[in-house]
C-alpha cells in the first residue's frame, strides 16, 4: 500500500471513531430530549446507537481487507510487469479481434515504437510478410473463443526488415 492510500485509510478510520465515540458519548438527557421529539424511548435509541455503531464497524472491516487485496493487487501487478520487462522473448497479447493490448520491451525495441503507441494497433500491422499475417488471421478466425498461447511469426523490425521468430 503506497504512503498516501495508508495516510488516507488511517484518516478515514479515524473519522469513524470518531463519529462513534460521539454516538456513544450522548448523555441519558440528550437522549430523553431527542426521543421526546419523535416519540421513541431511550431502549430505541440505544438499539439505534448500537446498531450504527455495528454498521462502522463493518464498515472499517470492509475497508481494511479492501485494503488488502488492494495491497496485494499492486504487489502483482508490479511483479508481473517486472517479468514482462526483463523477458527477452517477444510478447504480444492480444484481444480476440487481434488489436494489441499489453506489450513487453523486446517487442518495443524490436519495432521502434512504445506500447503506448502500439495498444490498439492491429497486429498484423507488425508482421513482416503476407504468410504471416495470414497465420494470424486463421488463427483469429478459427480460435473466437479459444485461448492461444503460442503463435511464430516473421515481425516487421523497426527499419521494415524482417526478424525470424525465436
Known amino acids: 500500500m503506497s504512503p498516501a492510500n495508508a495516510k488516507d485509510s488511517s484518516r478515514r478510520r479515524a473519522r469513524l471513531?470518531?463519529?462513534?465515540?460521539?454516538?456513544?458519548?450522548?448523555?441519558?438527557?440528550?437522549?430523553q430530549a431527542s426521543h421526546a421529539l419523535v416519540g421513541l424511548d431511550e431502549s430505541t435509541w440505544i438499539d439505534l446507537i448500537r446498531k450504527m455503531e455495528d454498521m462502522y464497524r463493518d464498515l472499517l472491516e470492509h475497508e481494511v481487507a479492501l485494503e488488502v487485496n488492494n495491497a496485494a493487487l499492486e504487489?502483482?501487478?508490479?511483479?508481473?510487469?517486472?517479468?514482462?520487462a526483463s523477458m527477452s522473448d517477444v510478447l504480444i497479447v492480444c484481444d480476440r479481434l487481434g488489436r494489441i493490448e499489453v506489450v513487453n520491451a523486446a517487442l518495443t525495441k524490436m519495432v521502434g515504437r512504445s506500447e503506448a503507441d502500439l495498444r490498439g494497433t492491429d497486429a498484423s500491422e507488425l508482421l513482416a510478410d503476407d504468410a504471416s499475417r495470414q497465420r494470424l488471421k486463421d488463427i483469429l478466425a478459427f480460435f473466437p473463443r479459444e485461448t492461444v498461447s503460442d503463435l511464430?511469426?516473421?515481425?516487421?523490425?523497426?527499419?521494415?526488415?524482417?526478424n525470424p521468430p525465436s
Do not use: K, N, P, W
Open 17 to 31: 471513531r470518531e463519529a462513534t465515540a460521539r454516538a456513544r458519548a450522548m448523555d441519558a438527557a440528550s437522549v
Open 75 to 84: 504487489d502483482s501487478e508490479r511483479f508481473i510487469y517486472g517479468v514482462l
Open 152 to 162: 511464430e511469426v516473421q515481425f516487421r523490425a523497426g527499419a521494415g526488415a524482417s
